[in-house]
T-cell receptor, first 112, second 117 residues
């Protein structure tokens, strides 16, 4: 089944403890992105990637890192999480962008 | 930077009736794409319909259609014969292709649609 897999689905952590949210797609897509969803703000793009080793900042990149060492994987790293990063996170991928993106199931992150 | 505005935070419609969700955007780009995504309570993001800016013909997908007004920068979604399963949050999104750099995707704040039996 063609899909984008995110893990974990739920995570509660403490301020300052480094964490990684994994994202993997099995559709050989070139384009991948990370978003955060907050009430009333819709989804905001954190980072995007066109291919291996090609990444760039979206609208809200502060406090996040990404890497694209393999085409299928695009992990999101929070080096020192803070409570304002409590949010619902989505990873998405696309073959060419214009056809639309396929989203993962989301990761609900709570930082206390 | 692009902005996307959905002016209706919440809407409701009776089952089998038609409803239109509004979306406006602000851009100076000529080449872009527009999307409507549906997010049911399961929180999964599902692509409903897409429109390429250079195409004048409005996109349709079964009961879903759009009214794309490029000059007015408007992209509304019409849902015909509404069904209970259409109850969800709907997001309008604008995508600016950046060639070899990737894609910038900007979402509106969402419209919560309730279909009533």
């Amino acid at each position: 089944e063609a899909q984008v897999t995110q893990n974990p689905r739920y995570l509660i952590t403490v301020t300052g403890k480094k964490l990684t949210v994994t994202c993997s797609q099995n559709m050989n897509h070139e384009y991948m992105s990370w978003y955060r969803q907050d009430p009333g703000l819709g989804l905001r793009q954190i980072y995007y990637s066109m291919n291996v080793e090609v990444t760039d900042k979206g609208d809200v990149p502060e406090g996040y890192k990404v890497s694209r060492k393999e085409k299928r994987n695009f992990p999101l790293i929070l080096e020192s999480p803070s409570p304002n990063q409590t949010s619902l996170y989505f990873c998405a991928s696309s073959l060419n962008g214009g056809g639309g993106y396929t989203f993962g199931s989301g990761t609900r992150l709570t930082v206390v | 930077a692009q902005t996307v505005t959905q002016s209706q935070p919440e809407m409701s419609v009776q089952e089998a009736e038609t409803v239109t969700l509004s979306c406006t955007y602000d851009t100076s780009e000529s080449n872009y794409y527009l999307f409507w995504y549906k997010q049911p309570p399961s929180r999964q993001m599902i692509l409903v319909i897409r429109q390429e800016a250079y195409k004048q013909q409005n996109a349709t997908e079964n009961r879903f259609s759009v009214n794309f007004q490029k000059a007015a920068k408007s992209f509304s979604l019409k849902i015909s014969d509404s069904q209970l399963g259409d109850t969800a949050m709907y997001f309008c999104a604008f995508m600016k292709p950046l060639g070899n750099a990737g894609n910038m995707l900007t979402f509106g704040g969402g419209t919560r649609l309730m279909v009533k039996p």
